[in-house]
């Protein structure tokens, strides 16, 4: 089983920039579809990035154009590069893993600790 360590989180301020990284242990990671999902206070965990075993990328409409997900195969990593943050994309960041990207909405490996994003003035 896939399992993962956020960080990277931080407090910036709106219109700054952060970069998550998802380190994933299990020799199957070059296999599997990652996603960066986020929580923010009293509000359900949503998907908000996926990236296919092969690269192929898919984000939630309020993230395209600031956020992207790449990953390396090489270190069992995932990042987030997100960019133009905005007050609202505060929230706990996770990662989790599937078999494809639409698995993701069910990932398959325990939840990692989160890493916080605080986008403040």
């Known amino acids: 089983q896939v399992q993962v360590v956020e960080s990277g989180g931080g407090l910036v301020q709106p219109g700054g920039s952060l970069r998550l990284s998802c380190a994933a242990s299990?020799?199957?990671?070059?296999?599997?579809?990652m996603g960066w999902y986020r929580q923010a206070p009293g509000k359900q965990r949503d998907l908000v990035a996926g990236?296919?075993?092969?690269?192929?990328?898919n984000y939630i409409d309020s993230v395209k154009g600031r956020f992207t997900i790449s990953r390396d195969n090489a270190k069992n990593t995932v990042y987030l590069q997100m960019n133009s943050l905005k007050p609202e994309d505060t929230a706990v960041y996770y990662c989790?893993?599937?078999?494809?990207?639409?698995?993701?909405?069910?990932?398959?490996?325990?939840w990692g600790q989160g890493s916080q994003v605080t986008v403040a003035a």
């Open positions: 990236i296919s075993s092969d690269g192929i990328t």
């Open positions: 989790n893993a599937g078999l494809t990207l639409s698995d993701l909405t069910s990932p398959t490996a325990s």
């Open positions: 299990g020799r199957f990671f070059s296999f599997a579809a």
